[in-house]
């Protein structure tokens, strides 16, 4: 027999439900261990954006997340999942590319840019690997910009596809944040952007 559940209840359980996990992965995270990046503790205290600015080989993210829109908006639409590329990665890119990406001028790339490393929900390594198994091997997660990445497993390595075919390898997995979850990864991933 079916429930007839009166309109209060549905108006009332979606703001209820929605402040349970913030508050639960801000808890969990408050007494997270995290691993250092680039020399500093990342605290599981702070937001994403703020760990993101203190780690000294997150920089050009930093940067990228201050220039664009998509990285004001980080700060309230969690939790979310972050493919943090290190300084290393974006310096795979010529500096001419890179420093072109960050001008007002090309805010629309950038914010397509940043919200193609973000993906709805919290996603700890394990659970990504859960979801190749589960996928037969693949694991396809829908960003934020609302383009695919593809996660697959090679060895002991977990490796994100684009949308133009080119793979970033996750390097530091599970920095818990107040706001959710990010992984350094070695690459920059491009959406398309034609």
Excluded: W
């Amino acid at each position: 027999m079916a429930r007839n559940v009166g309109t209060a209840d549905h108006v009332a359980a979606p703001s209820r439900l929605a402040a349970e996990p913030v508050n639960q992965l801000a808890a969990m995270a408050a007494t997270a261990i995290n691993p250092q990046i680039g020399g500093a503790h990342m605290l599981g205290t702070r937001t994403i954006a703020a760990n993101c600015a203190a780690a000294p080989n997150l920089q050009i993210l930093t940067r990228a997340l201050t220039a664009s829109d998509a990285g004001r908006a980080l700060s309230t639409a969690g939790p979310v999942t972050v493919f943090a590329p290190s300084d290393e990665a974006f310096g795979r890119m010529s500096p001419h590319a890179v420093n072109a990406l960050l001008s007002p001028a090309n805010r629309p790339t950038l914010n397509k840019l940043v919200n193609y490393h973000v993906v709805p929900g919290t996603i700890t390594l394990d659970q990504l690997r859960a979801r190749i198994d589960q996928g037969g091997g693949t694991a396809h997660l829908t960003t934020v910009e609302g383009a695919p990445l593809v996660a697959r497993k090679e060895g002991a390595a977990v490796a994100l596809t684009d949308a133009n075919g080119n793979k970033s390898y996750v390097e530091t997995p599970d920095v818990q944040q107040s706001d959710g979850v990010f992984h350094v990864i070695n690459g920059v991933m491009i959406p398309r952007l034609a």
